[in-house]
């Protein structure tokens, strides 16, 4: 079955360092990346997403490209700061087809800790 | 726009008591998921619903959890009997529906904490 694995986690950094969160998958179609965030007190919240092979998706200055050669959907961030502190969710949907229900499958998540 | 509504956010019971979660999703949302979050590890889903009708409930451990979505509006989630392993947050998330399908992106609401002693 499908499956995401994510970079063992916490993960703690100071404020403006630069940011990778890795992310691979194992999926028998033709699945849509995603990335979501869980701010603390919050629930989950879709970050960037794409959608197929080589596409780059982007959102509050983070960035992650669909890599279909390494299975890859690596979550990057050029220079971090406290507010990004977070659990951030690598997840995958297969949405080939008109009769998909868009079921998300999620990583294990991994702490990001941002440090003044 | 009002978002994915839950309810109690946190319940405290005793193994073998029984528990009900409610679910209001985002108005006009079609798709409606259930998940458990258990500490340290990314939500699975449990079932989920189209409409009214159960599309995957492959996850779901029938024997003491029930869901339902009678109207196609809101849902509910049962354990009964509840065990040490369900502790856990139960997350309801929510979707529209395209022509051409899901867009893959969920709204989830602030989850329910159980907590089985």
């Known amino acids: 079955g499908d499956s995401v694995t994510q970079m063992e986690g916490p993960v703690t950094l100071s404020e403006e360092a630069f940011l990778t969160i890795n992310c691979t998958y194992t999926a028998t179609g033709y699945p849509s990346l995603f990335w979501y965030v869980q701010y603390p007190g919050e629930g989950l919240q879709l970050l960037l997403k794409?959608?197929?092979?080589?596409d780059k998706g982007s959102n509050k200055g983070f960035e992650a490209t669909y890599r279909k050669e390494t299975t890859s959907f690596h979550l990057e961030k050029g220079s971090v700061q406290v507010s990004d502190s977070a659990v951030y969710f690598c997840a995958l949907s297969d949405l080939t087809g008109g009769t998909s229900y868009g079921k998300l499958t999620f990583g294990q998540g991994t702490i990001l800790t941002v440090h003044p | 726009e009002a978002g994915v509504a839950q309810s109690p956010r946190y319940k405290i019971i005793e193994k073998r008591q029984s528990v009900a979660f409610w679910c209001n999703p985002i108005?006009?949302?079609?798709?409606l998921y259930w998940y458990q979050q258990i500490l340290g590890q990314g939500p699975k889903l449990l079932i989920q619903f189209q409409n009214n009708g159960v599309v995957d409930d492959s996850q779901l451990p029938k024997d003491r959890f029930s869901a339902e979505r009678l109207k196609g509006v809101d849902s509910t989630l049962k354990i009964q009997p509840a065990k040490l392993e369900d502790s856990a947050v139960y997350l309801c998330a929510s979707s529209y529906r395209r022509s051409s399908g899901n867009t893959g992106e969920l709204f989830f609401g602030e989850g329910s904490r159980l907590t089985v002693l």
């Open positions: 794409a959608t197929k092979a080589d």
């Open positions: 108005s006009g949302h079609a798709t």
